[in-house]
Structures are given as structure tokens and as C-alpha cells.
């Protein structure tokens, strides 16, 4: 079945830097790819999405280019904030009926001032 | 916008007791989830529901039970709840036939 992989955290950054989480998947197919945040003590957001390849996806400053070459979903964000510390996950459908998701484990991101 | 929402923020249950978590869409979503989410195991789907009455099993569905008479709520229950069921219970929604959910705050339960 379909799955997702990213790296591990806590990715800890100081405010500004250039920030990067990867994510790659195993699928049958091109599904689409999600990136979702989540703040503390909150639930999970959609930060954005991917629907085919070569798709790039964006959002309050974030992007991620789906890449079928190299089955990657990588976040990006060029200078980030105090504001951005949460836990990312990426996901994928799946496959099958109902719109399960399968999530990664998350990436902790901490941005210190 | 899509609303979920989640009965309590916050929950502290006593071992054997029944718990009840509610989950409320707005958006008249087919499909509804229950997730829990532990440090470093990320989420697990408990149940899932794709119209009312129906649900099916998730990863990790032993000691939980779910409930859908309507549409727009979706309930998880803890028959007796255990301390091993302490954790973070996430609620989403999404439309029939496509992927994107939307999840509620979260419920905090702990169990002592």
C-alpha cells in the first residue's frame, strides 16, 4: 500500500533560516500529497496540497514540488518565523475507497528568536 | 470554511469509567475519523465512518466503539476507559471521494 516517510525532528532553526523537511512516498499511481501543520495544543491544518506531478503546492510561505523522478515531497520555506514552530506531517491517500489518509510520523520544527 | 468540532478540550476520566467524545461537521462531509496521536507514533486511526450508520475498523480500533446517527456527529466511546487511553483524540471530516480532511482542536484525555 501507499506510504510516506520524512525525516525526523526536532529540526530546531533560528528565525529567518531557510528551512527544509523532506518527505518521501511509496505509491501505486500519482496520488495526491498533503502537507499538514499542526500548532501547539491545536489540531492538524491543511498547509496545502499537490494533486499530479510537477504540481507545486503553497501556502502562508511554504512550498513543496511534487516530484515523480525522485518520489519526493519536500517543504520548503526560505526565511522562517517564531510563529512557524509546530509539528509537520506529510501524507498521501492510502488507496481504496473512503479518502484514507496515511500520515508520516511528523517533523517537530522549533524556531528560536 | 469547514467546522469540526470537539466536544471538550480537555477530559480527566477515572479507570473503568465509559467516556463519551462527540465530533460535530458543518459541512455535510460524508466521511468522518477518529484518530489518536501519541509522541512518536504519530496519528493511528482508531474508526472510521463513511455515512451514517456505517463505520468501519481502523489500526487500532480494540477498546473504542463509535456511533453515527447523523450525518454531522460522530461519537467515539471508551466502554471502560483504561490509563493506557490516555492521549489526544483528533476528529476529522472530508467529503465522499476526496482525500482532504479537516480536522477539530483535539480532546486531551486523561484516564487515572
Known amino acids: 500500500g501507499n506510504s510516506v516517510t520524512q525525516m525526523e525532528g526536532p529540526v530546531t532553526l533560528s528565525e529567518e533560516a531557510f528551512l527544509t523537511i523532506n518527505c518521501t512516498y511509496t505509491a501505486t499511481g500519482y496520488p495526491s500529497l498533503f502537507w499538514y501543520v499542526q500548532y501547539p495544543g491545536e489540531g492538524l491544518q491543511l498547509l496545502l496540497k499537490?494533486?499530479?506531478?510537477?504540481d507545486k503546492g503553497s501556502n502562508k510561505g511554504f512550498e513543496a514540488t511534487y516530484r515523480k523522478e525522485t518520489t519526493s515531497f519536500h517543504l520548503e520555506k526560505g526565511s522562517v518565523q517564531v510563529s512557524d514552530s509546530a509539528v509537520y506531517f506529510c501524507a498521501l491517500p492510502l488507496g481504496g475507497s473512503w479518502g484514507k489518509l496515511q500520515f508520516g510520523a511528523g517533523t517537530q520544527v522549533v524556531v528560536t528568536p | 470554511d469547514v467546522k469540526v468540532t470537539q466536544s471538550s478540550r480537555y477530559l480527566v476520566k477515572r479507570t473503568g469509567e465509559k467516556v463519551f467524545l462527540e465530533c460535530v461537521q458543518d459541512m455535510d462531509h460524508e466521511n468522518m475519523f477518529w484518530y489518536r496521536q501519541d509522541p512518536g507514533l504519530g496519528l493511528r486511526l482508531i474508526y472510521f465512518?463513511?455515512?451514517?450508520?456505517?463505520?468501519e475498523k481502523g489500526d487500532i480500533p480494540e477498546g473504542y466503539s463509535v456511533s453515527r446517527e447523523k450525518k454531522e456527529r460522530f461519537s467515539l466511546i471508551l466502554e471502560s476507559a483504561s490509563t493506557n487511553q490516555t492521549s489526544m483524540y483528533l476528529c476529522?471530516?472530508?467529503?465522499?471521494?476526496?482525500?482532504?480532511?479537516?480536522f477539530g482542536p483535539g480532546t486531551r484525555l486523561l484516564v487515572l
Open positions: 499537490a494533486t499530479k506531478a510537477d
Open positions: 476529522a471530516s472530508s467529503r465522499g471521494g476526496v482525500e482532504t480532511q479537516y
Open positions: 465512518s463513511y455515512d451514517v450508520k456505517m463505520k
